[in-house]
């Protein structure tokens, strides 16, 4: 590996670096919604969709589509901030928020724990601390933009952790499991961080 | 430094370095194909040659750091010892706008390469050959044309090669006059298919290719052609498909796909 | 924009796969744990975009082989993936 790159003459990147503020560190701001998927886009029809809570002795929640729309619904409006380097202000949602879900699932017997896998459509799973999807700080949505979902990003629903990197968003997302210990998801087992803070830049592992 | 493996010369890929290294080449011409795609030549240090289908993939790197990177198809057969690469400018594209507009003879351009064991075309592997491309997926094609024409008048007589070729209008054809010109070779068939526009007296095919395009264009399943489809996404699966409906051999259709735009 | 439409194949990760191996794979004959399909590993279907490479199965989608590269460190899952044959250079 060459210690001194080659410098392409005239070569710049072709967005100027926003000044920080808003922007988390290493982050630039877009306009436009780039699609980042791990893999194809899953086709679940809305009467086979559910969405199931669980813990480790499979105590379990569940709600069917039409049971999920009769939850009371929030209409956050975010910032979204990706690993690869983008952020989008201002994106607007409409969901249900994960601290609605969980009450109920609760009440239904369901044990929390620290750590929850989300799990999706397509086998996708990430890993995050359950202080992290509570207190006002995530969803489950189903509209984006004042319109339903689009399936390239994620419809019928997909979590919304706006205040993690946006991997965490599980596209397409089924549900929530509660775990004893953190258990890495799809892109964590490859390296990215369990937790994924953009203020502290917790990309990668090792990041602290 | 990077280890070698023992090799003899002659043809093909017969030195083939343990690690890929990137190495900066020089750009000695440029010049514009159509309106959106420029063919680059480069010569590049110590090049070990390649095969027709191999791309190289091309390094960016801006004086503060921030790197962009991309591949393309090498457009010139291993015959000829300078490589060309056939860039087309897409809107929003930071690294083909460079390639395109800024880019110039003398400049440097870093590249690794060439890359590519699976989508490579050479004379001994034979034909018939069944070559179709949309949009810039015209490029690796375009080598493998380029090298069979290079090939003695016995080798070609053995293998026939056809290319089907879809482009939005007629302005949009890359390489339109030589392909015109070797559409007079014995043996070797081209057509195009236009799917936007086409000029005032066009009495060739005017839609997206479909099964009964690729039969009356291609052989038969019972003469065991090799195709080669390259270009946007959607066109190179849904043509894979076509192929496969036809009767053919799915191993005998290999694909390359170049993404949304191609 | 639907991913299908965008998606590339094993032939365009050809050069960051040499990082890894000695040799081009883009030919190479992959099984897939999954189904037990087995093509070039340039009929991979591509994913993961500028996270990571993930080579899915064309015909059972699962995940042959997952890449991160991290400044510093090149991460591989190649659990999907039963066999390998790899064609000799020379």
């Known amino acids: ?23 988390p560190p290493g982050q630039y701001e877009t306009r436009d919604f780039p699609v980042l998927s791990a893999g194809p886009t899953p086709r679940t029809s809305l009467t086979a969709w559910d969405f199931t ?41 409409e969901g249900v928020s994960v601290d609605t879900l969980i009450r109920a699932a609760r009440d239904a017997g369901v044990e929390p724990a620290e750590y929850v896998v989300a799990f999706s459509d397509g086998g996708y799973t990430t890993n995050l601390p359950l202080a992290d999807l509570a207190g006002g700080k995530a969803w489950v949505a189903f ?35 509660f775990v004893e210990r953190d258990e890495p998801g799809f892109w964590e087992q490859l390296g990215y961080h369990n937790r994924g803070d953009p203020w502290r830049e917790q990309r990668y592992q090792g990041d602290v | ?103 110039r003879p003398g400049d440097g351009l870093e590249l690794r390469g060439p890359i590519g064991g699976y989508f490579v075309w050479s004379v001994a592997v034979g034909g018939p050959l069944f070559l179709i491309g949309g949009g810039s997926g015209i490029v690796p094609l375009m080598a493998m044309l380029r090298h069979h024409a290079r ?16 482009a939005r209008t007629w302005d949009d054809v890359i390489y339109r006059d030589e392909l015109t010109g070797m559409a007079n070779q014995r043996g070797v068939g081209i057509t195009f298919t236009l799917t936007r526009e086409s000029p005032p007296g066009w009495h060739g095919f005017h839609r997206r290719i479909d099964p009964a395009m690729l039969q009356e264009t291609g052989w038969a399943p019972a003469d065991e052609p090799l195709a080669f489809v390259c270009g946007p996404t959607p066109l190179v699966e849904s043509v894979a498909s076509m192929f496969v409906e036809l009767g053919h051999e799915p191993a005998r259709v290999r694909t390359e796909r170049f993404g949304p735009t191609g | 924009m639907q991913t299908e439409e965008m998606r590339l194949d094993g032939n365009a990760v050809g050069g960051a796969l040499r ?60 659990s999907g993936l039963s066999f390998m044959t790899i064609p000799d250079v020379r």
């Not at chain 1, 210690?3 to 710049?12: E, K, L, M, V």
């Not at chain 1, 709600?63 to 202000?89: G, M």
């Not at chain 2, 493996?5 to 194909?33: F, K, M, Q």
Request: glycine share 8%; aromatic share 8%.
């Open chain 1, 53 to 93: 809570i669980s813990d480790r002795s499979e105590h379990r929640m569940r709600w069917s589509w039409i049971e999920f729309l009769q939850l009371p619904h929030e209409k956050p409006t975010v910032d979204i901030h990706c690993v690869t380097k983008w952020s989008k202000f201002g994106t607007t949602w």
């Open chain 1, 1 to 23: 590996m060459a210690d001194t790159p080659f410098i392409a003459r005239g070569f710049h990147r072709s967005r100027p670096p926003t000044p920080a503020g808003r922007l």
């Open chain 2, 151 to 166: 090939a003695d008048e016995g080798i070609r007589a053995r293998i026939p090669v056809h290319l089907l070729y879809s």
């Open chain 2, 1 to 103: 430094m990077s280890e070698l493996a023992s090799s003899t010369a002659g043809g093909g890929n017969a030195i083939v370095p343990a690690r890929l290294e990137w190495r900066v080449a020089t750009v000695v011409d440029v010049h514009d194909e159509t309106r959106h795609a420029r063919t680059i030549v480069l010569d590049a240090p110590d090049w070990p040659g390649h095969r027709a289908g191999q791309h190289v993939d091309v390094r960016l790197v801006a004086e503060d750091g921030y790197q962009a990177q991309r591949s393309y198809s090498i457009a010139s057969p291993p015959e000829e010892s300078s490589i060309s690469l056939t860039v087309e400018r897409l809107d929003d594209g930071e690294v083909s706008s460079y390639l395109c507009d800024v880019l």
């Open chain 3, 19 to 78: 990082d890894l191996f000695a040799a081009d794979v883009t030919g190479a004959r992959v099984t897939c744990m999954g189904c037990g399909k087995i093509g070039p590993l340039g009929t991979l279907l591509q994913y993961g975009h500028t996270m990571g490479i993930v080579l899915r199965c064309p015909v059972c989608d699962m995940a042959l082989l997952r890449i991160v590269r991290e400044p510093g460190s090149l991460h591989v899952d190649m």
């Open chain 1, 143 to 177: 509209g984006y933009e004042g319109s339903p979902l689009p399936p390239e990003h994620g419809g019928p629903a997909r979590l919304v952790v706006p205040h993690l990197y946006f991997w965490k968003s599980a596209k397409w997302v089924r549900g929530l499991r």
